[in-house]
């Protein structure tokens, strides 16, 4: 028989473990909550309203940024961004400056300086400038040959942050101090000397200048002149080859002078050729593979001179003169053109070329060409 110290132990023992394990369930039930929200959140998700710091009071650095940059970058101020050059002359070279000098506190760098047109040529001496250093843009203008209100624009890429695009700009306007009387010619190959009449070269202001060269297109035309002789008036007789203005339809002459507001005058010229093709060029329109087209070609001596064909040749074979007919000065061409049939590759477009000798005269070509009606 157990003693009655010996029950009061057991039941003091059998309540030390009911409370250990209650207590150990209690410690595991508060805790594995805990893990297992733990486990569910990913790595970049933002924690519980109730966890989350509090928002800050400033502004992040990122976002002042910009504003030092500024403060610490370079600043171009150009002194005076237009530059007008009053009344010049047409065909003049003219110079400006525009100065310039960094007021920021970076170093400016220029990258580049565009132009809007190749008559105005800018020249920069280095790219670099310091804090409080000043620089100069040369520039070159070369005025139009036409007279009027001109302006042309500059623009200086640089690496200031608020104005990276700083324009410049050139304004003039073109005044005729030498003009040439006459400044079209008509010429003609069965005149003597293609029909040239005298040109004249005057200033109108008066200022005396010297004729510095002379030239025209295909070296057509020729003129001797003295360089060293100055006049407020030169009558020019210049001289046409008649061999080189037979191939040439029109032209230009370019006169050098020496004027202070001039540096030359131009004058254009047309030649009518001995002969003309009417039409001179013949356009098939779906033609059909393997038929035949006519047309009518007139070769016209503009000079009413009576001529001979000597030969006709066809380059690809297409085209051949069935008939030719005399009226007047002029001779009309009867011609056949046959596009290949569809033999081979299927092709769409064809061109060929009538060469018609004249007979102690030049060369001329019937050109054509034409689309091909397929299916």
């Known amino acids: 028989m157990k003693t009655a110290f010996q029950m009061v132990l057991g039941i003091v023992v059998v309540w030390a473990i009911v409370f250990a394990t209650g207590c150990q369930k209690e410690s595991n039930l508060s805790a594995t909550p805990a893990v297992q929200v733990e486990k569910k959140l990913p790595p970049s998700q933002t924690p519980p309203a109730s966890q989350s710091p509090a928002p800050p009071s400033k502004p992040p650095q990122a976002v002042k940024q910009p504003a030092k940059s500024i403060e610490k970058a370079p600043s171009i101020k150009i002194e005076k961004s237009e530059h007008d050059f009053g009344t ?15 007021i920021g506190k970076g170093e400016l760098k220029i990258d580049s300086i565009q132009s809007s047109c190749g008559c105005t040529v800018p020249e ?29 624009h500059l623009y200086v890429i640089s690496n200031d942050p608020v104005i990276p695009r700083a324009e410049l700009a050139i304004k003039a306007v073109v005044e005729v101090k030498v003009v040439v009387d006459p400044n079209r010619l008509e010429l003609a190959i069965n005149k ?15 200022v005396p200048f ?26 020019l007789n210049p001289k046409v080859n008649m061999s080189k203005i037979q191939e040439i339809n029109a032209g230009t002459i370019q006169i050098g002078i020496d004027h ?11 030649v009518q050729p001995m002969f003309e093709l009417r039409p001179s060029r013949i ?14 070609v007139w070769v016209v001596n503009n000079y009413g001179q009576s001529f001979e064909i000597e030969s ?35 092709r769409r477009y064809i061109a060929d070329e009538l060469s018609v000798k004249i007979k102690n005269g030049p060369s001329l070509t019937i050109r054509c060409s034409g689309w091909l009606r397929l299916g």
């Open 88 to 102: 010049i002359g047409p065909g003049t070279f003219n110079e400006c400056q525009f100065k310039f000098s960094n």
């Open 124 to 152: 920069l001496t280095k790219k670099e400038y310091a804090p409080g250093e000043s620089g100069a843009i040369d520039v070159m203008f070369h005025a139009p040959g036409y007279a009027g209100l001109t302006t042309k």
């Open 192 to 206: 003597e000397n293609g029909g040239m009449i005298p040109l004249k070269v005057k200033s109108i202001d008066n």
């Open 210 to 235: 010297a004729i510095t060269s002379f030239t025209a297109t295909g070296q057509s035309i020729t003129l001797e002149f003295d360089p060293k002789e100055k006049r407020v008036e030169h009558v």
């Open 260 to 270: 202070p507001q001039a540096k030359e005058v131009v004058v254009s010229y047309s």
């Open 283 to 296: 356009i098939l329109q779906n033609a059909e593979p393997g038929s035949v087209t006519k047309r009518e």
């Open 312 to 346: 006709i040749t066809s380059r690809n074979g297409y085209m051949k003169v069935i008939n030719q007919k005399k009226e007047g000065h002029n001779i009309g061409l009867d011609i056949e053109i046959t596009p290949p049939s569809q033999q081979g590759p299927m």
